[in-house]
């Protein structure tokens, strides 16, 4: 897909879509914040603790940092040397539990602001972030994009960073992957009446799985030039399964980044 070329993904009513992320999160919100606890004893998160450890020192400066879909802030204390970190999430309930987050004593971010917000229907300034990173939001519910991809592009500093993870299709069995597949190609096609069933027997949330070939394709018609895209499997007892990670840089990258086991 090139650059000029218009994302195949269907049309999606982000607003219609987050309603209904914000009634699920908002009977799940305390059950996250208990499970964070747990995940942050497990390999998945020291995984991740040691790719934001990594980031976030990499830049000899105190920096500013955007968590998008930041939920209960579960990985607020992997940051370091950071000036100011603001964390969005679409659900008010799991940011007034993001205000007690886990390991809260070993934050060392100077200011911390959270915000209720829709990231596909955010705007922030261009160029205000340093390092930009999403951790468990795109799958259920929510779609990587080149429009958004492009957004995160605009809003980094020259020589900023992003990591984010999806989850990888390739988790899913195998009829359930091909319904996927057949439903993305179908979709933009029906009528309106039919869509609405399809979002109704899927409580409004449907899954957006990708195979690593389908993000390698988005970053490549987005504003990026530089990325890779790895997978890596979860070993953690809240969740088994592959998600994928792209590390892109607002800046040359000579080589792909060697993150921890």
Request: proline share 5%; charged share 25%.
């Amino acid at each position: 897909m090139s650059k000029t070329e218009k994302s195949s993904m269907p049309v999606i009513d982000f607003e219609e879509v987050g309603e209904h992320l914000k009634a699920a999160y908002r009977i799940a919100a305390r059950k996250y914040r208990q499970d964070d606890e747990i995940e942050v004893t497990t390999d998945n998160h020291r995984h991740l603790r040691g790719i934001l450890h990594a980031l976030s020192s990499s830049f000899g400066r105190p920096i500013s940092v955007l968590d998008v879909g930041c939920g209960t802030g579960r990985y607020f204390y992997c940051l370091k040397n950071v000036d100011s970190l603001l964390g969005i999430d679409i659900s008010e309930e799991m940011l007034r539990i993001a205000g007690n987050p886990v390991r809260g004593g070993d934050i060392s971010a100077k200011r911390i602001e959270l915000q209720c917000r829709n990231a596909h229907l955010s705007s922030f300034p261009s160029e205000a972030f340093d390092l930009i990173y999403s951790l468990g939001m795109f799958g259920h519910g929510c779609p990587v994009t080149v429009e958004l991809c492009n957004k995160f592009y605009e809003w980094l500093a020259p020589g900023g960073q992003l990591f984010f993870d999806a989850l990888d299709i390739a988790t899913l069995p195998l009829w359930h992957r091909a319904r996927l597949g057949i439903r993305s190609r179908v979709y933009p096609y029906l009528p309106r009446r039919l869509r609405n069933a399809l979002e109704r027997r899927s409580n409004g949330v449907p899954l957006f799985g990708l195979g690593r070939k389908d993000l390698e394709r988005i970053m490549e018609a987005s504003r990026f030039t530089n990325f890779y895209v790895t997978s890596h499997v979860c070993k953690s007892p809240l969740w088994q399964g592959i998600h994928l990670e792209c590390a892109a840089s607002k800046a040359f990258m000579t080589k792909q980044p060697q993150w921890p086991v």
